[in-house]
């Protein structure tokens, strides 16, 4: 009878792990589910999963208080462990997410709830159940339930509680438009750092690399000076300067692009590696733009979540910055799905707004001790070597200083130079409104849409700008995916061309915005039997449709270019619809 007890025990534990890890698991799931990625039968799913794993805990506790419990009532227990779970996180979503903004939110503070009530309901259950022979096993098992459901939750949900409650969780005090004035002080502090870390008498520098494994030595490095305008670029309201540093022994030349914007408080800088020499370089590696710290004191970092079109899209957070690195990157290559690539480092004596300029899959880290801010930015992977001749640069990083407590002066600061110094000329004062009459979607003919631009009275045309045609207007398959490659006109049902709604539109006042995805290329398509002709010219990827199309090459870049102007010329479009619908980091 012992041995028969004893197993039962063992099965009975083994049965509470799975379902403890069911428990966990669909914790996990909901909170990507909520993030606006999966479907609402996959929610009732895991909520259903959930429930059984607590129902399963409740009808161990019962039979501990009874000593004993038939399956009728450990029936009852599982099914009321589901309605009370589900009720519970249904009802706090109904409570206190009327906004829809909040929705990770409530399932991570849902099952904060069901992971303590389930540890304890455990913790009770084996304690009372336990037989001499398996006292100790089973309470060493209740104590590891504990600690894992009741510590995991604090350290891995409660931040995230705080953060996914952003509109609840940050507040920042009332600032005077003339404390949002930037200072003298502020100005002279931005010069004296720019000066410091670029001109400085110690030859230290912001950014690094490593050379062959070997750290840069500005020491080993002869340093030039000049203004001439070597990129090419020109920035409003701000004195750039050319930094070239040379090195014989290894035929590299490294030139930095610094920018001082003196009267928005802010500096800017790219650094270019260039190979000079006749032969092929080391192998470039660990390629900082900026791997720095800043003096701030004790500080606070703010940054924004990307677009994943999630609710949690843009969410504002905040964290404090101690010895830990905060790390962010981009994601699959996309540089703002996952965060924004700007952040708001709030410190006790000041602070400053970085921003990191590339389009590809940056990274990023923030620690603080003793006082000092440590940061990084970088391109998230690069070892190579350089060709003679070739040259490769590293991404923007952009510095926006200010001298209050309060970040609200640091967001308004960079806000301003953005407007300022980076925006074209007068785009913050012409707004441009477009309407959209064949979209992905869409199979209307060239009759339709001029039946439909005829439908719409004057005072539309007043309010608009130019109609809008997205993907699909090219020749496709069985979805407007499929033809991705295909930039010539569907003839049948644009059998005039596109030039003709071009026109007819012109004749309304009104201009014809034109879809274009020139990256991506589909088998099949006209761009794919031309590219599949020249050699590099397509990059694939085992096991995926997806070509990209290669712009790195120049001769491929030049076909595209010259096609793509052609095309909008021909096609009678006045404004370029760029867009990007897969993942390019592992291309």
């Known amino acids: 009878m012992e041995k028969k007890n004893k197993k039962i025990r063992i099965i009975e534990a083994s049965v509470t792990t799975v379902l403890f890890g069911l428990l966990i698991y669909a914790a996990y799931s909901l909170w990507y589910i909520f993030g606006g990625t999966e479907s609402s039968f996959d929610v009732h799913l895991y909520t259903v999963l959930s429930g059984t794993a607590l129902g399963w805990f409740v009808a161990m506790l019962v039979g501990a208080i009874r000593k004993k419990s038939s399956w009728l009532t450990n029936l009852i227990c599982l099914l009321l462990g589901n309605g009370i779970f589900q009720g519970l996180i249904w009802g706090t979503n109904a409570a206190i997410n009327k906004e829809n903004y909040l929705n990770e939110a409530v399932v991570i503070n849902t099952f904060t709830v069901a992971f303590a ?37 604090y350290v891995l949900n409660i931040e995230n509680i705080k953060a996914l409650s952003y509109k609840k969780n940050i507040e920042f005090g009332t600032i005077s438009a003339e404390e949002m004035k930037l200072t003298n002080n502020e100005m002279n502090f931005c010069t004296q750092w720019f000066n410091n870390n ?74 270019y590696i260039k190979n000079t020499g006749d032969k092929n370089s080391g192998v470039i590696s660990d390629f900082y733009a900026l791997n720095s710290s800043f003096a701030s004191g004790k500080a606070d970092i703010y940054y924004s979540m990307g677009s994943n079109t999630a609710a949690s899209d843009f969410s504002l957070i905040k964290k404090s910055l101690g010895s830990t690195e905060r790390i962010f990157s981009g994601v699959d290559g996309k540089p703002t799905e996952s965060y924004l690539p700007y952040f708001n480092v709030c410190g006790e004596k000041y602070g400053f707004v970085l921003g990191i300029g590339w389009t590809g899959q940056w990274a990023s880290s923030f620690s ?197 102007l052609n095309s909008l010329k021909e096609n009678g479009a006045t404004v370029y619809r760029q867009d990007f619908n897969f993942a390019p980091l592992k291309y």
Request: glycine share 8%; charged share 20%; aromatic share 14%.
């Open 117 to 153: 009530a389930s540890a304890i309901v455990l913790l009770i259950a084996f304690i009372m159940r336990a037989k001499s022979s398996l006292k100790a096993m089973n309470i060493i098992l209740a104590i590891i339930y504990f600690v894992v459901s009741c510590g995991g939750v």
């Open 198 to 271: 670029f001109y400085g008498d110690d030859n230290k520098y912001p950014f690094t690399f490593k050379l062959d494994g070997k750290e840069f030595d500005p020491e080993q490095w002869e340093q030039n000076l000049t203004e001439s305008p070597a990129f090419g670029t020109v920035y409003a309201d701000g004195q750039t300067e050319y930094i070239v540093l040379t090195n014989k022994n290894n035929g590299l030349e490294v030139t930095v692009e610094a920018t001082l914007f003196l009267r928005n408080a802010t500096c800017q800088w790219i650094v």
């Open 368 to 564: 603080s001790k003793n006082g000092e801010t440590a940061i990084t930015v970088k391109q998230d992977s690069l070892k190579a070597y350089l060709l003679p001749g070739e040259e490769i640069r590293s991404p923007l990083v952009s510095i926006s200083f200010y001298d209050n407590e309060n970040p609200l002066k640091g967001f308004n600061s960079f806000r301003r130079w953005i407007m300022d110094s980076v925006y074209p000329e007068n785009v913050t004062q012409n707004s441009y409104t477009v309407m959209e009459v064949a979209g992905p979607e869409s199979t209307r003919t060239a009759d339709e849409i001029i039946e439909i631009l005829n439908g719409l009275d004057n005072s539309v045309y007043e309010n608009i700008d130019a109609f809008w045609m997205d993907a699909g207007w090219y020749s496709y398959n069985e979805g407007w995916y499929d033809g991705v490659g295909n930039w010539t006109v569907d003839t049948t049902r644009y059998d005039n061309g596109i030039s003709e709604l071009s026109g007819y539109a012109a004749g309304k006042g009104l201009g014809h915005v034109l879809w274009y995805e020139p990256e991506r290329v589909f088998p099949g398509t006209e761009f794919h039997k031309a590219g599949s002709e020249k050699p590099q010219w397509l990059i694939s990827v085992d096991g995926n449709d997806n070509l990209m199309w290669n712009l790195a090459n120049e001769d491929a870049f030049k076909y595209y270019c010259d096609y793509i």
